[in-house]
């Protein structure tokens, strides 16, 4: 299958820092990717669809001042995690659309685990 | 809205058959799919059904029944490295924006 980067892997933070997540699609060009977040033994919740050019658009629920995407090119978006408080700590997953085979598969990146002290 | 339920839990013997089970009630449907999630790694694909039928791919098979809002994994010849969590989501019409909902997740036990 296709292969989507996510770095880093893990992040240890203290209170009211910011941490910058990258997700990188290496082998197509992703016009949309998605921005997850996962607690212990829960499924994935959708936080963002990211857009590439364009705003995201947030779940709702989901601040946008807070979680910050950008999806500058066709094959990179970063969520940035602002003024990160301990209740962000949490599994943070991207997946990348591949458009090519017709069938819009989501690959996801290896996920990111934020710790904020 | 979207509610996809699934066993949250099973236990299967190695060298066994298994079936992961997913009932959902979506406003709209364009595609199910299944996941195999590994703690504390990302889900990686196994599987994607939008017509009715079993679609076969080595160990793993999934079937999908679109009047009756019903989809299964099958696994053969369970493994050890099976034991993980499965999970179904589901994707809602074009238009849509290709968004997934997943279901809670299976967790699956393989054990000697």
């Known amino acids: 299958g296709a292969v989507v980067s996510q770095h880093p892997s893990r992040v240890i933070c203290k209170s009211g820092t910011s941490v910058k997540i990258e997700c990188r699609s290496l082998?197509?060009?992703?016009?949309?990717m998605f921005w997850y977040r996962q607690f212990p033994k829960q499924s994935l919740m959708l936080m963002a669809t990211s857009n590439e050019g364009s705003k995201a658009t947030y779940e709702q629920g989901v601040e946008k001042d807070k979680f910050l995407i950008n999806h500058a090119s066709l094959t990179l978006s970063t969520l940035t995690v602002t003024s990160a408080h301990p209740e962000d700590s949490s599994f943070y997953i991207c997946s990348a659309r591949d458009p090519g085979g017709g069938n819009n598969i989501q690959y996801f990146g290896a996920g990111t685990r934020l710790s904020v002290l | 809205g979207q509610n996809i339920d699934q066993p949250t839990e099973m236990t299967a013997t190695e060298g066994a058959i298994v079936q992961i089970n997913c009932t959902y009630q979506?406003?709209?449907?364009?595609?199910l799919f299944w996941y195999q999630q590994h703690a504390g790694e990302a889900p990686t694909f196994l599987s994607y059904?939008?017509?009715?039928g079993l679609e076969e791919k080595g160990r793993f098979s999934s079937f999908l029944s679109r009047s009756k809002g019903y989809s299964y994994l099958l696994l053969k010849e369970l493994q050890m490295k099976d034991s993980a969590s499965y999970l179904c989501a589901v994707r809602p019409p074009t238009g849509g924006g290709n968004k997934l909902t997943f279901g809670t997740g299976t967790q699956l036990k393989v054990e000697l």
């Open positions: 059904n939008v017509l009715d």
């Open positions: 979506t406003s709209g449907f364009n595609g």
């Open positions: 082998d197509f060009q992703a016009t949309t």
